[in-house]
């Protein structure tokens, strides 16, 4: 959770838990720097987000925030700066292994887009596979052998393709800058 300190609807300061929040104001109020007329408030938002969890406000007479003027009508409790760090990391972790998924999603579906024009490139070369004066380009000519060996055996799929298929390593000339 973290807290921001009001002085007149306007915020002065953002603070990690409500004490230290507290300490400031009681420190003001030491150096003469506030007046009794002066109207504070301490809001709490949870972690990371701009959700208001709850709204103390400062009474001068009590020397203290009365309790929950407003709050969330839950039963949530403010966590401890471990409890909120652990949750800060099981969070950023699987917002990680959400992130790699994502990146994997796109690699299979960029896959499935290639084999599909694959596809398209093998139907037009098996037209003009009579053809004497047609060749195949040499960058093709192993996937259109594993396209012509998965179709005899009628399993012609991208998940075969890709299961069978080894990318070819190309060598250039600009491997050895790398």
Known sequence: MYCSLHRRDKIIGIFDDINLCKDFLKGLEKNNMINNSEKFSIKIFTKNTINLFAEYKYNFLKNDFTDNVSKKKNTKKLLSKEESNKIYEKRKKLDI???????????????????????????????????????????????????????????????????????????TSYERLF
Not at 123 to 130: L, R, T
Not at 156 to 169: A, D, G, H, Q, R
């Open 97 to 171: 292994k959400k992130h790699k998924l994502d990146i994997h999603k796109d690699k299979i579906q960029s896959s499935k887009d290639a084999y599909a024009i694959d596809i398209k490139l093998y139907e037009e070369f098996k037209k003009k596979e009579n053809d004497k004066n047609f060749e195949i380009p040499e960058l093709f000519i192993a996937k259109y052998n594993l396209f012509k060996k998965l179709e005899t055996k009628d399993k012609l799929s991208w998940e075969n393709f890709i299961l069978e298929y080894v990318t070819p390593k190309v060598k």
